[in-house]
């Protein structure tokens, strides 16, 4: 994921357990649309109609890999919104060193951008009070930068470019 630098940020409290909520939010609603769709896809793949009409016919076959597929991607939702679910209530103390569940402010040239280190659904976004929040887990390049680092450090976000982390809850 690319960070976003470009954006200017007033100086605004972003509430930790507000955006986790509409992290979740995002999550179960993506999931009940993809478990319908789940449905439908399964059903197409039992089908007796879809059975195949010839050797050549796949039909039934593409729409039992569909299902899967989407299968496992409820499973993923569903862990994704268990998992965030679990950090509610986890509150860093002040100094305290960002870890899983952390909400992260960077500051580069004066303009702030939030992140918020999930386990899971990296590249989810949420607006609250008029900021951007965006997923990141400690998988991805930005997360493993700031892993273990504290309000006050410094991260190189590339050659030449660095951010500041201003605040971490």
Avoid: W
């Avoid at 009409?53 to 039909?59: A, F, M, Q, S």
């Amino acid at each position: 994921m690319i960070p976003r630098l470009n954006q200017r940020r007033a100086a605004c409290s972003v509430n930790k357990e507000t955006v986790l909520a509409q992290i979740v939010s995002v999550l179960s609603t993506e999931l009940a649309t993809l478990t319908r769709a789940a449905q439908g896809s399964f059903a197409a793949a039992t089908d007796p109609d879809s059975k195949a009409e010839n050797k050549y016919d796949t039909r039934t076959l593409e729409a039992s890999y569909v299902a899967r597929g989407q299968a496992q991607r409820v499973a993923e939702l569903q862990e994704a919104v268990r998992a965030f679910g679990a950090l509610s209530g986890n509150t860093l103390e002040s100094g305290a060193a960002i870890t899983l569940g952390a909400l992260v402010t960077l500051e580069t040239f004066g303009e702030q951008t939030h992140y918020f280190l999930g386990p899971f659904a990296g590249g989810t976004e949420v607006v609250h009070a008029g900021q951007e929040v965006v997923v990141i887990t400690p998988a991805s390049a930005l997360g493993q930068k700031l892993i273990a680092r504290r309000a006050g450090d410094t991260i190189a976000m590339r050659p030449g470019l660095s951010a500041k982390v201003t605040a971490v809850a």
